[in-house]
């Protein structure tokens, strides 16, 4: 039953935004009555914690799988992006300013993973790009990961396309291809036009 609440406070809440859904249109949606959905999940916020926490999971998980398997630092990179595309096609960009704004807890969770996770994992990509000379030599991998998470920033911040739902899949994927293209040696270069 968990699950299923879940599963459909995730559609209603990357449709909506988390301000705009209500614990009602969340019990109506999976089918089930406010004491079932209340005895579950005691009130909106815990839903919310723990909606973020599982869908942080499945994104860790899914670009731990890319690492694992990716060719190169830029092939990593361009799956990751292909991957995140999908991710914020779905997502409404209200939801962004939502948890910053009204939900704490559930933004504190995917502030903890962008500077975790996220740092770690841009971090060694930039090694790996390094030492498979396909990333520039002289890049300040530090600055370079913290320019990164600032662009991730930018995304999120609610107020970069307006809550115009179609565009923020779009600009990620410009901001990443910028980014990508900026840290490429002639060789990265090259691997990267094979796919734009």
Same mark, same amino acid.
């Given at each position: 039953?968990?699950? @299923? /609440?879940? !599963?459909?406070?995730?559609?209603? *809440?990357?449709?909506?935004?988390?301000? +705009?859904?209500? #614990?009602?249109?969340?019990?109506?949606?999976?089918?089930?009555?406010?004491?079932?959905?209340?005895?579950?999940?005691?009130?909106?916020?815990?839903?919310?914690?723990?909606?973020?926490?599982?869908?942080?999971?499945?994104?860790?998980?899914?670009?731990? @799988? /890319?690492? !694992?398997?990716?060719?190169?630092? *830029?092939?990593?990179?361009?799956?990751? +992006?292909?991957? #995140?595309?999908?991710?914020?096609?779905?997502?409404?960009?209200?939801?962004?300013?939502?948890?910053?704004?009204?939900?704490?807890?559930?933004?504190?969770?995917?502030?903890?993973?962008?500077?975790?996770?996220?740092?770690?994992?841009?971090?060694?990509?930039?090694?790996?790009?390094?030492?498979?000379?396909?990333?520039?030599?002289?890049?300040?991998?530090?600055?370079?990961?913290?320019?990164?998470?600032?662009?991730?920033?930018?995304?999120?911040?609610?107020?970069?396309?307006?809550?115009?739902?179609?565009?923020?899949?779009?600009?990620?994927?410009?901001?990443?291809?910028?980014?990508?293209?900026?840290?490429?040696?002639?060789?990265?270069?090259?691997?990267?036009?094979?796919?734009?």
């Amino acid at each position: 039953m968990r699950t @299923a /609440i879940i !599963k459909g406070a995730r559609k209603l *809440v990357f449709k909506h935004g988390a301000k +705009m859904v209500t #614990m009602d249109e969340i019990a109506a949606g999976v089918g089930i009555s406010k004491k079932t959905l209340y005895k579950l999940f005691p009130d909106k916020v815990n839903l919310l914690t723990t909606l973020v926490t599982l869908e942080l999971k499945n994104y860790q998980n899914e670009i731990v @799988a /890319i690492q !694992k398997q990716s060719k190169s630092a *830029v092939d990593e990179i361009l799956q990751i +992006m292909n991957f #995140m595309h999908k991710v914020l096609s779905d997502i409404n960009p209200v939801l962004f300013a939502d948890l910053r704004k009204y939900y704490a807890a559930a933004w504190q969770l995917f502030a903890d993973f962008k500077s975790g996770f996220v740092f770690k994992m841009v971090h060694t990509n930039l090694k790996r790009g390094i030492n498979e000379n396909n990333y520039r030599p002289d890049l300040n991998i530090k600055i370079i990961t913290q320019l990164r998470l600032a662009e991730i920033d930018l995304i999120t911040s609610g107020t970069f396309y307006e809550g115009a739902k179609s565009n923020i899949a779009k600009a990620h994927f410009e901001i990443m291809k910028h980014f990508l293209l900026g840290i490429a040696t002639l060789s990265g270069y090259k691997l990267i036009c094979k796919h734009f």
